[in-house]
């Protein structure tokens, strides 16, 4: 029997304060399409979502608790949550797959909100909407992208305990990095043995692995792996998104293969700094821009990456983001990616990360901290 | 250095195929947000699309090349792809997240397609989508989704080897099932097993890992996994979509922990002369809706999944569906799961899934075929 992630006193707390924001601003429903927002709201977890074939949706009424318009496939899953109101619809669907049950509910309310906003899109086919927005003429569809954002950004404890721990999880299978990567080792198979050592270590799944590595420094920090082999000089680097439970941890760590050039030591450190500063002033009432600023100034000039960090939880990166225009002012509960990055004379770069939780006072340090100096494997040469 | 993941002739291949049907259809330009449709006409494959907060934009013309338009962090890797043309905007930015140079490159296409039907999604800001929309006022946006999913559902030799490659290495893992699952181990742990079986066996990633089980069967399949303890007599159900190169396999195995009763063992074999029925009427020529009425009539009504199969490859469900009413005629080359799924009298279901391709002639299996009795797990019996 699958337990919810949460108690229902979470679900209930979202709720309230959703709708407490819905009727400030004046919106009757929300209309959610998108894992995320169906999940906070429900506590319905899977990875069926993989499979494009069907849309799901949960409408978040102004009173009252949400209601679930999903396949059939799903009822089962979506009955062991604390949702009451669960309408399910057959699919796949020769004709009509889910909307009309969906207008159904949605019908006489004249101003529903929705996600339309930065990060965020619609899964359901356009054609569906479009038949959607149509069928309930009455009904103006408006951007919520704000309060939705806004709420999710803000974690409870319950939430913090998640992220927390699948940190923990990926610190761990970091701090085995001398046992799993060597020089002459395939990139896809350090990539590969990192996998089964976050899942050893507790993690439900990886569902992001990145990384680079090259003599003296990275230029992309996107890519796959590739086969090529790990030689003396290069500087490893990899960045998780492990996931425990639905949440997600995102940091990275850089590692020396055997040695690092002055150069590439200096910039670690500087990186190191850079974080340093932006904990130091990651404080409620801060800004976003702030810490982008504090950090901006340590690394003197960034990278392609625009930004030195976001949100994360329930995504790999959710609002805020840690850049120049971002005016969120931090509060108690933010968790948040610090990712400062540097350019090298070379034109390679360096990227460091860690994941913080705002306080009361100073942040905590969800990830075990990287090592101040810029940690060297050498397993070949110790014959460790 | 990361190498293309096929030679430029197969994407050529693919974009003369789709400027084919677009001048058939009298489409001036495609336009895809959604990670498949990028990947399949580019090559550019990253898990970065894990992270919402860049959109990224593909722009297949009828003549000449596609056109990327994707944010700058993804320049270096879109730079080894296929592709000459590559517009960078900033990303994340306060007002224009790519909207302005995207309007450059679809200025005066008069008719632009975009999937907008079943099983697709707009993964971009709907007010940047609308934004774009009045930007270009002659443009028609227009609904293309037969056009592409016509395309990816039939597979070119190189996608057939890649498929073929994950279904093997899943069927080596599920091979390990009786050193893998047993009595009185924890659902979870049954999971992280069989997950870290499949990365050593070479899987590339486990994005998809469902299953279920209980006494005499399963009410769910689409389940994350509980603390709950295998038992005798459990009917255990593992149904993954692991990943190698980007492309998916799609199969489930069952497995009685102990034993089983007569109706179970019935069910099953039912499910595999279900699937043999389907592989016998899986010629080109025949339509998806036959091969879902040959399945029905052996297992004599359904479950809530809905349909019997599905294509399958660089998506874990893909067009087009096994399913009374999808009549698509079967073609050479298109990869297929056949799913059947029956209902027990205690209110629970057995699913079986099996990969093939479709051949002129009889089809291939791409996984290695299930036992026709129902595997008995007993390794705490036998002391193995």
Redesign the interface.
Known sequence: ???PDFPASEFEQRLESAQREMRAQDLQALLF?TEPEVRYFSGF????W????RPWFLVVPARGKPVAVI???????MGRTWLDDIRVF???H?RD?GISVLTGVLDGYARIG??????????????DFDRLRASLPGSEFT?A?GLIQGLRMVKSGAEIGVISDICAIASNAFQKANDLFYAGQALTEAF?AF??EL??QGA???????GGAGSGGY??????P?D?CLQAGDILMLDT?ANLTGYFCDFDRNFAIGHASDEVRTAYRTLIAATDAAADRARPGATCAALFQTMALCVGGGS????YG?GLGM????AP?I?S??QTVLQEGMVLTLEPSIALSNGKMLVHEENIVIRDGPPDFLTRRASPDLPVLDRARTGV
Chains 1, 2 share one sequence.
């Open positions: 029997m699958v337990e399409t977890r899977t990875q069926f993989q499979s494009p074939t396949p059939a496939i799903g009822a089962d899953l057959t699919s796949p020769e797959d929705m996600p339309m906003g930065r990060e965020t899109s619609l899964r359901m086919p356009l054609a951007d992208t590969r996998k089964i899942l050893a439900d799944d990886v569902p992001y692995l990145v230029s992309d920090v996107i890519s796959p590739t090529q998104g392609d990456v625009g930004r976001h995504q790999l990166t959710e983001s850049i225009f971002d």
